[in-house]
């Protein structure tokens, strides 16, 4: 059985870091571009960053670029999420998902999804 599970989530002051892990069984994941997707109370799902299957190729929303930095350890079927200068904006449940092909950032790309992860950013 597919499974991704998200941890590393937490609460932080503004100004802050987070890294966000999701470690995949169950799959060969080595071969799938993997996500990362936010979703904030009241508001729809919102695409984060995204990696290549190789990780020689990152995308990221314009609002996260420079802050946020995605990676894979193909090794550990592991991604992760490196989250720095946190904004109370930022608060939301993280999750992430894998796909086979080629990255992208629509939501409905996705094969597997996580159960996600609370980031909550204080003022």
């Known amino acids: 059985q597919v499974q991704l599970v998200e941890s590393g989530g937490g609460l932080v002051q503004a100004g802050g870091s987070l890294r966000l892990s999701c470690a995949a069984s169950?799959?060969?994941?080595?071969?799938?571009?993997r996500g990362w997707f936010r979703q904030a109370p009241g508001k729809e799902r919102e695409f984060v960053a995204a990696?290549?299957?190789?990780?020689?190729?990152?995308y990221y929303a314009d609002s996260m670029k420079g802050r946020f930095t995605i990676s894979r350890d193909n090794g550990e079927n592991t991604v992760y999420l490196q989250m720095n200068s946190l904004k109370p904006e930022d608060t939301a449940v993280y999750y992430c998902?894998?796909?086979?092909?080629?990255?992208?950032?629509?939501?409905?790309?996705?094969?597997?999804w996580g159960q996600g992860t609370q980031v909550t950013v204080s003022s």
């Open positions: 169950g799959g060969i994941f080595s071969r799938y571009a």
């Open positions: 990696i290549s299957w190789s990780g020689d190729s990152t």
């Open positions: 998902a894998a796909k086979r092909g080629k990255y992208g950032s629509g939501v409905y790309e996705y094969e597997y």
